[in-house]
């Protein structure tokens, strides 16, 4: 069983940052890691993973501007989020699962969710 907690959204005006955090019971270093995000009326889409090895991918939306990054020692996975722009508001999700990847985990822990809103 993993448990995941979320800390680090809130409200920020258009091209400003946020660093969001999750921390994760379990075998940390063994397991992927991932954010997800879910705008109202869309579907839960996967923002960037991180893999047991540190290997990491985005989505096309993304890239550029958020980078997923994760503390072995802390038990911890990161987002910095710069450059933020009023779509990417959401509710965003940390994710994990023991497989090579995140988008491959058949069996995924999910976290409660933090909101992440981008206005002026």
């Known amino acids: 069983q993993v448990q995941l907690v979320e800390s680090g959204g809130g409200s920020v005006q258009p091209g400003g940052s946020l660093r969001l955090s999750c921390a994760a019971s379990?075998?940390?270093?063994?397991?992927?890691m991932g954010w997800y995000r879910q705008a109202p009326g869309k579907q839960r889409e996967l923002v960037a993973g991180?893999?047991?090895?540190?290997?990491?991918d985005y989505a096309d939306s993304v890239k550029g501007r958020f980078t997923i990054s994760r503390d072995n020692a802390k038990n911890t996975v990161y987002l910095q989020m710069n450059s933020l722009k009023p779509e990417d508001t959401a509710v965003y999700y940390c994710?994990?699962?023991?497989?090579?990847?995140?988008?491959?985990?058949?069996?995924?822990?999910w976290g409660q969710g933090t909101q992440v809103t981008v206005s002026s």
């Open positions: 991180i893999t047991s090895g540190d290997s990491s």
């Open positions: 379990g075998f940390f270093s063994i397991l992927a």
């Open positions: 994710s994990a699962g023991y497989a090579l990847s995140i988008a491959a985990a058949r069996n995924k822990y």
